[in-house]
């Protein structure tokens, strides 16, 4: 039973446009988001989080959006860059417990 | 200067044998971690531990055996390997372990078992 879900397993787009990726959870105790980064051969790296009492957090060119009503987090790359390209894995983890849900990834490919 | 680093990074072996992954952290963190990623591509997280002491111990087979001999340190042991052992194992560590910390993951150690 997957609490976090990311369905889209591909997605690709040009260079400088803008990349969304989706994650949904199912468990409404989790209040702390993450997304990690992740090339070939190595470990996922940390990218940017959200706390469940924000709807938005910026960090450069990656925003992360949360809408807890419908349990689904996104991340927005803009512009998207050839280096983006990566697998980028959402992650949740629920108040008082460092043990984190993640989901199977999306593979970006971003286009030169 | 790796901060998280395991080995090995391959691993190739038969059915039925034991075998050792060791992962080592040089940020101070107090508390580290062994994930499995599956066929499904889904990290799941096995065991953590915080200053040698286990704190988080899933639904795991007892076939494997973490050891923390140090807070700097933390070794998965695994018995009597099966087929569906295969899969990748990350290593991770948190500053200290509580909540709402990033995770730092070594590079990951793909087992094979043939």
């Not at chain 1, 468990?27 to 702390?32: I, V």
């Not at chain 1, 993450?34 to 957090?57: C, H, M, Q, R, V």
């Not at chain 2, 901060?3 to 090995?8: L, M, Y």
Request: with cysteine; hydrophobic share 30%; charged share 20%.
């Amino acid at each position: 039973d997957q609490q976090v879900k990311q369905n889209s397993p591909s997605l690709s787009v040009q260079e400088g446009r803008i990349s969304i990726l989706n994650c949904d959870y199912t468990n409404s105790m989790f209040d702390y988001f993450l997304w990690y980064k992740k090339y070939p051969a190595e470990g996922p790296t940390f990218l940017i989080s959200i706390s469940s009492i924000k709807d938005k957090n910026e960090d450069g060119r990656f925003t992360v959006f949360l809408n807890k009503s419908a349990k689904h987090l996104s991340l927005h790359i803009v512009p998207s860059q050839p280096g983006d390209s990566a697998v980028y894995f959402c992650a949740a983890s629920v108040y008082n417990f460092n043990k984190f849900y993640f989901g199977s990834g999306t593979k970006l490919n971003v286009k030169p | 200067d790796t901060a998280v680093s395991q080995t090995p990074k391959y691993l190739v072996t038969q059915m039925g044998n034991d075998k050792s992954i060791k992962c080592e952290q040089n940020l101070g963190h107090d508390t580290m971690y062994w994930y499995k990623q599956d066929s499904k591509k889904f990290l799941k997280i096995m065991f953590s531990y915080n200053n040698k002491e286990l704190i988080i111990n899933e639904t795991v087979p007892n076939r494997f055996s973490p050891k923390s001999p140090d807070k700097a340190h933390l070794n998965l042991h695994i018995n009597s390997l099966e087929l569906g052992d295969s899969a990748v194992y990350f290593c991770a560590s948190s500053r200290t372990g509580r909540t709402n910390e990033k995770l730092f993951f070594g590079s990951g150690t793909q087992l094979s078992v043939l």
